[in-house]
């Protein structure tokens, strides 16, 4: 049997066992460019409709000591090193139709800090024939963001 017939055997398996550690829920939403005025603060807010539930997995990479430097050359860290942490959003392979700008709203998680927090699909990171989750880089987004 050779790599590919092997690869393309073992996939699904693959992606069922990446699927089985995908425990938190999300609700994805994506701004239509329409503003409406919320009922309760009357206040004008960009409007957002729902694309997707999904179950998903947040992962961090990273921690790795390195100066932060602005596109001037300055050091924002006045010469320090801080560490910098990467943050991916995992989704079932089979979610597809996301874009980039979506917002991903954790709606239940084993870890309750989770909950309620918003991620902003950054970019794609997981394109290949043969992935196992479609994996984002993802930024937190502020409350009130």
């Known amino acids: 049997m050779d790599v590919l017939t092997m690869m393309q055997t073992a996939l699904p398996r693959l992606r069922e066992q990446a699927e ?13 460019g329409r503003t409406v005025t919320d009922p309760v603060t009357f206040v004008d807010v960009q409007e957002m409709i729902q694309v997707a539930e999904s179950r998903g997995k947040m992962q961090t990479s ?19 090193n801080v560490p910098v942490w990467s943050l991916y959003l995992h989704f079932p392979v089979t979610l597809t139709g996301l874009r980039e700008k979506d917002v991903a709203v954790c709606t239940a998680s084993g870890d309750p800090d989770l909950v309620g927090r918003r991620f902003r699909l950054v970019n794609l990171q997981s394109e290949k024939s043969h992935a196992t989750a479609r994996r984002w880089n993802v930024q937190e987004m502020p409350e009130g963001d």
Not at 21 to 31: A, C, K, P, S
Not at 64 to 80: F, L, R
Request: hydrophobic content about 30%; glycine content about 16%; cysteine-free.
């Open 20 to 32: 089985r550690l995908m425990t938190d829920q999300f609700t994805v939403q994506r701004y239509t």
């Open 62 to 80: 990273g921690g790795i000591a390195s100066q932060v430097v602005t596109a001037s050359g300055d050091s924002s860290n006045v010469g320090g």
